[in-house]
């Protein structure tokens, strides 16, 4: 008769630690993690589109190959991945008020003289664990975000994202962030 409660007890505290919620350290962990994969899935595709195609390619390949990874990242961790700016290129990178405010505060700082790619912010409400990760913007990226824009860029760029305004930029400054939050589970019950 011990025996099955003891099996019993085992199971639930083994299904009870694999739902367990992460703590503020391991999610922000976690969640670079998944932030350093949404970049290093993306930007070899970017910079090979570049060297095959040219800046037109790179922009086909950021248009469908970034949505993309974020659902796989989403999809894989149960957590909302995705790029958020100030300045969105695409309506779905559009933030929060929350995200918002993050980005204003990565502005601030950048402009300070903090390194943009050393940027992150963690928080928690009573129903999600919020992190964001900074990109920032390199000598590269102004082939596309940069203000002087070749005419066949900013033809692809029309095609792609007509409502774009993630243009104007310098290096140093900050485009946007990964943005990743998680469900608190004690809020699910």
Same mark, same amino acid.
């Given at each position: 008769?011990?025996?099955?409660?003891? $099996?019993?007890l085992?199971?639930? %505290?083994?299904?009870?630690?694999a *739902?367990a919620?992460? $703590?503020a350290? @391991?999610?922000k *962990?976690?969640? =670079?993690?998944l932030?350093?994969?949404?970049?290093?899935t #993306?930007?070899?595709? #970017?910079?090979? =589109?570049?060297?095959e195609?040219?800046?037109?390619?790179?922009i086909e390949v950021?248009?469908?190959?970034?949505?993309?990874? !974020?659902?796989?990242?989403? !999809?894989?961790?149960?957590?909302q991945?995705?790029?958020?700016?100030l300045?969105?290129?695409?309506?779905e990178a559009?933030?929060?008020?929350?995200?918002?405010?993050?980005?204003?505060s990565f502005?601030?700082r950048? %402009? %300070?003289? @903090?390194?943009?790619?050393?940027?992150?912010?963690?928080?928690? *409400?009573?129903?999600?664990?919020?992190?964001?990760k %900074?990109?920032g913007?390199?000598?590269?990226?102004l $082939?596309?975000?940069?203000?002087?824009?070749?005419? @066949?860029?900013? *033809?692809?760029?029309?095609?792609?994202?007509?409502?774009?305004?993630?243009?104007?930029?310098?290096?140093?400054?900050?485009?946007? =962030?990964?943005?990743?939050?998680?469900?608190? #589970?004690? !809020?699910?019950n």
């Amino acid at each position: 008769m011990l025996k099955p409660t003891l $099996t019993a007890l085992l199971a639930f %505290a083994l299904a009870n630690q694999a *739902t367990a919620e992460p $703590t503020a350290a @391991e999610f922000k *962990t976690e969640a =670079a993690t998944l932030a350093k994969r949404f970049v290093q899935t #993306l930007k070899p595709q #970017l910079q090979q =589109a570049l060297a095959e195609g040219g800046p037109v390619a790179a922009i086909e390949v950021c248009s469908q190959k970034a949505p993309e990874i !974020a659902h796989q990242l989403s !999809a894989e961790s149960g957590w909302q991945v995705k790029r958020v700016s100030l300045k969105p290129r695409n309506p779905e990178a559009e933030p929060e008020v929350w995200q918002r405010q993050v980005l204003l505060s990565f502005d601030e700082r950048a %402009a %300070a003289g @903090e390194d943009p790619q050393s940027l992150s912010h963690i928080d928690e *409400t009573e129903s999600q664990l919020r992190f964001m990760k %900074a990109q920032g913007v390199a000598p590269l990226c102004l $082939t596309c975000h940069g203000s002087q824009l070749a005419p @066949e860029v900013k *033809t692809a760029l029309d095609e792609h994202y007509p409502d774009d305004s993630a243009k104007g930029y310098q290096p140093g400054q900050i485009r946007g =962030a990964i943005s990743i939050v998680a469900p608190r #589970l004690s !809020a699910q019950n």
